[in-house]
């Protein structure tokens, strides 16, 4: 059914940031302004939502923003938002400001939020997925992953010529919280000699039999990546445990951090959050309210927002097989 009445909405980016949000909030108000509807931006998540942190954008908040990293909007966890009388003082401000629906932008707490307000107070609201993590199902990939997969596997790049250089042993931590997706894509896309993720744990046994394994083929250097969040604990703690059966090697350890979240989105990450934008704007319209955008197969999506954040979406059997068969 579609929502004629709609004539103001706000866009908020909250949790991690990711590359891509500033193309999703560009996207949010290019695609409002040209359906006439008023779009205001909620600085600094949440807690600006509690503040009052929130004016009106128009076209030129929006110029040049399409290749910046981060978000423009800023992002910040809120404590107060977890309380029944944070929410309703961000609502009150909402409504001060006549904001009649809401497009967050980020993970499963951003929209967890976002079910919040649609739940307690009748807020419309549709959820974009932004985050590197790419653990919400509804969607094939998430705004930012694509970036971040991109720029793990260009340090690993680099890593990998001082690796040769000194036939060093390096364990490299990427982010992703408790899920192995940019984890085992990098491990795919930088040939690694083994890629150790939360969603498969790989006894100390095996990874050194597959490190033997290598060092047997004269391989002239081994890279393990380590997704951060394992059950078997960081690259540090890993390395140091090798370390104590393999003294013979030269063992380092890189922690890729939060470079991941920096940086230029691709142009994969670019569309996809093109898309998504008017997609929400688009889907408030016609009164698809606590639904979170996405992409399956090419395709807009409208997932439940309790659907998207509570159902486990797991890395890929065969992309674990992949990177088992290449890494020999």
Do not use: W
């Amino acid at each position: 059914m579609e929502n004629k009445s709609l004539s103001k909405i706000g866009v908020l980016t909250s949790g991690g940031d990711a590359p891509g949000m500033n193309a999703a909030i560009r996207a949010v108000v290019r695609s409002a302004m040209y359906y006439n509807i008023e779009v205001y931006g909620i600085y600094r998540g949440y807690e600006g939502m509690i503040t009052n942190d929130i004016k009106k954008l128009d076209t030129k908040n929006v110029a040049y923003i399409l290749e910046r990293g981060g978000t423009f909007l800023k992002s910040a966890r809120s404590a107060a938002f977890r309380t029944p009388e944070g929410r309703k003082a961000a609502y009150d401000n909402l409504q001060k400001h006549g904001i009649q629906a809401l497009v967050v932008i980020g993970g499963d707490g951003s929209l967890t939020g976002a079910h919040l307000l649609f739940e307690e107070f009748g807020v419309p609201s549709i959820g974009i997925p932004g985050t590197i993590d790419n653990d919400l199902s509804g969607t094939d990939s998430t705004i930012g992953f694509d970036t971040a997969c991109n720029t793990a596997i260009q340090a690993i790049d680099k890593i990998r010529n001082t690796a040769s250089s000194h036939d060093r042993l390096f364990f490299v931590e990427v982010m992703g919280r408790d899920a192995g997706f940019i984890a085992i894509n990098a491990g795919i896309g930088s040939g690694a000699a083994a890629t150790l993720i939360p969603e498969r744990k790989m006894p100390i046994e095996n990874l050194i039999k597959r490190l033997n394994i290598r060092a047997k083929a004269k391989k002239q250097s081994n890279i393990v990546i380590v997704a951060e969040g394992g059950k078997s604990g960081g690259a540090l703690e890993i390395a140091q445990k090798v370390k104590t059966i393999l003294p013979q090697y030269d063992i380092k350890v890189t922690i890729l951090g939060h470079l991941q979240r920096g940086g230029s989105p691709s142009s994969f990450d670019r569309v996809l959050a093109s898309k998504l934008g008017l997609a929400a704007v688009e889907g408030l319209m016609h009164g698809k309210y606590d639904v979170m955008a996405g992409v399956i197969n090419n395709k807009i999506v409208y997932t439940p927002i309790k659907k998207a954040i509570v159902d486990d979406k797991e890395v890929d059997d065969d992309d674990f097989r992949i990177a088992k068969i290449l890494s020999t």
